[in-house]
């Protein structure tokens, strides 16, 4: 808890026009292609690249997705951009089923380290089936990411916001 309270102080931090958070309302389903709708029409308006903004969404989709189907309301949503960075959080009030040793939630992590939620979380997608992607994708399209767990959860990632940087 501490962690995320630093996490949210830091966030009230940067300028406005750096970062944007939100709620949902409720945990159904539908709620993930509204804040799909959402993260994308906020990066679009920040300019980042096409590119960023594909990969982005689809990583905000995906966190959204998990919190809505294993955590428990409220979903809060945190974007925000800082030093050719963009950095994704999702928090929900569920507890982590699996241990809560993972990389500590910092806004200023190192960009080197990257933990293999895929792997880590013991997952094993059943790559026939609709489930069971979603970190693997995360993982696949960040330059680094993580959770923290206890009473509530976070899952966060980092992309880079430059087209040179994007591969």
Known sequence: MEILAAQATALS???TADRHVWSLPDT???QAAHTRRKAAG???RWRL???TVDDAVLVVCELV???IRHGRSPVHIALHRRQGALTISVSDQGHVPFPTKGP???LDLDLDMDVDLGVELG???????ECGRGLSIVAALSQAHGYEGGDSTTF?????THPTDHA
């Open 13 to 15: 931090l940067l300028p």
């Open 28 to 30: 159904d389903l539908a």
């Open 42 to 44: 906020v990066l679009e």
């Open 49 to 51: 690249p096409r590119a």
């Open 65 to 67: 997705t998990n919190a």
């Open 104 to 106: 500590e939630l910092d």
């Open 123 to 129: 997952a094993d997608p059943d790559h026939l089936g």
């Open 156 to 160: 966060w990632a980092r992309l880079h």
